[in-house]
């Protein structure tokens, strides 16, 4: 069992910026890869991006890409997601999650992901 805790959401203004953080805690967490997903309110959830196990893998949602960057210290056991230039549309709760197939490289399927936190809500306001 991995248990997910998400930090670092917030209110801010458009073109602003926020940092996300997922501490992970049981499994092993340097051995998974690791997914950020968003989802507004009466909407599905979203892939945003994830990496692999090592970090050397990195996939992004094109609605976010250039703008937002995922990485990962597997020192500490942690996932962050820079969030950059960030617009009203960005505004939802964001997830982390985590991949504990072994997988080779990243998916962007929320299905694949076995478990998840309890999400933090950013809301940018134009």
């Known amino acids: 069992q991995v248990q997910l805790v998400e930090s670092g959401g917030g209110l801010v203004q458009a073109g602003g910026s926020l940092r996300l953080s997922c501490a992970a805690s049981?499994?092993?967490?340097?051995?998974?890869?690791m997914g950020w997903f968003r989802q507004a309110p009466g909407k599905e959830r979203d892939f945003v991006a994830a990496?692999?196990?090592?970090?050397?893998?990195?996939w992004y949602a094109d609605s976010v890409k250039g703008r937002f960057t995922i990485s990962r210290d597997n020192a500490v056991n942690t996932v962050y997601l820079q969030m950059n230039s960030l617009k009203p549309e960005d505004t939802a709760v964001y997830y982390c999650?985590?991949?504990?197939?072994?997988?080779?490289?990243?998916?962007?399927?929320?299905?694949?992901?076995?478990?998840w936190g309890q999400g933090t809500q950013v809301t940018v306001s134009s």
């Open positions: 999650a985590v991949d504990i197939s072994w997988r080779v490289g990243v998916t962007n399927q929320v299905e694949e992901y076995d478990y």
């Open positions: 049981g499994g092993s967490f340097s051995s998974y890869a």
């Open positions: 990496i692999s196990w090592s970090g050397g893998s990195t």
